[in-house]
């Protein structure tokens, strides 16, 4: 059975990296694991860009736009949406999440979902370096991987290209 999948061997072009400034201690945290996981993949920094905008909320709009350049082999996205006792938590989150299905699909280059969602401050922080990974980290991964996977797609292996399975 013929199985597809990325691998995490260094990909060639350039990679968008989209950071919230809301919640700043945070995704300056992710942002520092996101490059540190491309770096230790052999990417090397002068092949990120990196975009901030306020909030986690104004992040698919920045990430569609960069994704519609062809400039960019991924687009990461990097935020912290905290519940804490506001209500914007869900519409931010929500909205975030959505709007950033939308990019990808629409635009057909990955861009990965960085952005924390949590209950508290401490749960963030947790998951931006200090006791349950890095989710910036993870992002880089998660990107090269992509790039694999679709690169992987595209050759002659593939059913339809006279070489594989009908
Ligand atoms: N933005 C975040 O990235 N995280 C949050 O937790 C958050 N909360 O809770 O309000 C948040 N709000 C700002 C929002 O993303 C926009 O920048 C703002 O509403 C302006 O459009």
Redesign the pocket.
Known sequence: MPTFEGDFTKPDGRFAIVV????GLI?ESLLAGCIDGFVRHGVNEAALDTVR???????PLVARRLAETGRYAAVICL??????D?G??D???GQ?AAGLMNATVNTGVPVIFG?LTTDTVEQALNRAGIKAGNKGTESALAAIEMVNLLNALKGPQLPGFGFGPA
């Not at 919230?20 to 919640?23: K, V």
């Not at 905008?53 to 992040?59: K, L, M, Q, R, Y």
């Not at 935020?79 to 804490?84: F, H, M, N, T």
Request: no cysteine.
């Open positions: 919230a400034r809301f919640n995704t905008v306020p909030g986690s909320f104004e992040i935020g912290a949406v905290i519940r804490g506001t914007h938590y519409h931010v989150a975030a952005i």
